[in-house]
């Protein structure tokens, strides 16, 4: 009897442990993850000041030559998309009027800074410099597993809501 009581806890142990290795599987690593620190955003903001906010905008705004790095027109232009990808299109055509002179820290810098400008939190390690290493990492609008913002779910009108 207490050989099948052992037997029942430890399938159950195994399989508890077995549900949050798939759950935390589930979902990649994301820019909502802390994948910078407030220290690399500061040194990103100086650099972005020096190299990019004659094209961007001193707020990451947007002129009419360059896009806005900033809010949701950003945000869900690179929705879903590996952080690798951004690092790639940043090193390889940044900036625009010297193209590839930064360096891969000074772009992860920046990087970071365009992050923290977009309300994705800080953490405890740096962003790493280069692409390759942010390719398993997500650009993501909203966080993984969680519902669609209120705001984005339609408004019935008054006279359709009573409807059953």
């Known amino acids: 009897m207490r050989g099948r009581y052992l037997w029942r806890r430890g399938r159950m142990l195994l399989l508890a442990v077995a549900a949050c290795l798939v759950i935390q599987a589930e979902f990649p690593p994301s ?3 802390g994948i910078y620190t407030e220290a690399q955003a500061q040194r990103g903001q100086a650099a972005y000041a020096r190299y990019c906010a004659s094209c961007h905008g001193a707020k990451l705004e947007g002129t009419i030559d360059a896009p806005t790095l900033v809010g949701s027109d950003f945000t869900d232009d690179w929705d879903l ?3 690798g990808d951004i690092a790639d299109e940043m ?3 940044m900036p625009a009027n010297r193209p590839g002179v930064l360096s891969e820290d000074t772009n992860a810098a920046i990087l970071a800074y365009i992050l923290k400008a977009n309300r994705f939190p800080a953490g405890s390690k740096e962003l790493p410099a280069g692409a390759d290493p942010l390719r398993g990492v997500v650009f993501a609008t909203r966080r993984f597993g969680q519902p669609e913002s209120p705001t984005s779910v339609a408004v019935l009108p008054q006279s359709v809501r009573g409807l059953r």
Do not use: K
């Open 81 to 83: 998309t590996a952080l």
């Open 31 to 33: 820019v909502w993850d």
């Open 91 to 93: 090193q390889i055509s």
